[in-house]
């Protein structure tokens, strides 16, 4: 089955503690994106990335990196987590030719303590 | 990047009603798109429209790209209670920046 999974899909921790957060799709996708969703601010974008080794920042990526070595994987690392980083954070995943039409894996809660 | 200003930002509607919102931006777009997102899960995508005028439909839905290219539009005919959920208009230029708006959030009683 095409999809995109996320792990941990929950997640509470407290401030200043090293966290990854895995995102993996198994469409041979070239685009991987991260976003974070906030009540009443809907979707941000974090990062993107248009390939291997190729990643930018979107709208908000402060607090966070990520990496992509490989293909299917695109983890979002938080390396001081805080607070404000407590949200519902959803990667997302499309052919190069067709970013309009993302794929959402099913969403990580993460709250920071 | 922008975030897109969507209207209604909630709705109550009951079963057979028909739908509108509509999203704004105070820049342009060459692509506008629709996704909904079902409680519990991620954003899907409805309606991608990529030209100005352009009026798509899919199924009960119907989207609208606005001619000044800030605008758009989505129209629900005849609510069922499975068309609950959130509907996120964003737009782009790049194709790789979505710029996603607020959220309307449906509710449909039978």
């Known amino acids: 089955e095409a999809q995109v999974t996320q792990n941990p899909r929950y997640l509470i921790t407290v401030t200043g503690k090293k966290l990854t957060v895995t995102c993996s799709q198994n469409?041979?996708?070239?685009?991987m994106s991260w976003y974070r969703q906030d009540p009443g601010l809907g979707l941000r974008q974090i990062y993107y990335?248009?390939?291997?080794?190729?990643?930018d920042k979107g709208d908000v990526p402060e607090g966070y990196k990520v990496s992509r070595k490989e293909k299917r994987n695109f983890p979002l690392i938080l390396e001081s987590p805080s607070p404000n980083q407590t949200s519902l954070y959803f990667c997302?995943?499309?052919?190069?030719?067709?970013?309009?039409?993302?794929?959402f894996g099913p969403g990580t809660r993460l709250t920071v303590t | 990047g922008q975030q897109l200003n969507q209207s209604p930002q909630s709705m109550f509607i009951q079963e057979g009603e028909d739908v509108s919102m509509n999203c704004t931006s105070s820049?342009?777009?060459?692509?506008w798109l629709w996704y909904k997102q079902d409680p519990g899960e991620g954003p899907v995508l409805l309606i991608a429209l990529y030209k100005a005028g352009e009026l798509t439909s899919n199924g009960r839905l119907t989207a609208q790209f606005g001619i000044t290219r800030k605008d758009s539009f989505l129209n629900i005919s005849a609510s069922i209670p499975s068309d609950v959920g959130i509907y996120f208009c964003?737009?782009?230029?790049?194709?790789?920046?979505?710029?996603f708006g607020k959220g309307t959030s449906l509710l449909v009683t039978p």
């Open positions: 990335s248009m390939n291997v080794e190729v990643t």
């Open positions: 997302a995943s499309s052919l190069l030719t067709s970013t309009y039409e993302q794929y």
């Open positions: 469409m041979n996708h070239e685009y």
């Open positions: 820049s342009i777009f060459n692509t």
């Open positions: 964003a737009g782009t230029n790049s194709g790789y920046a979505l710029n």
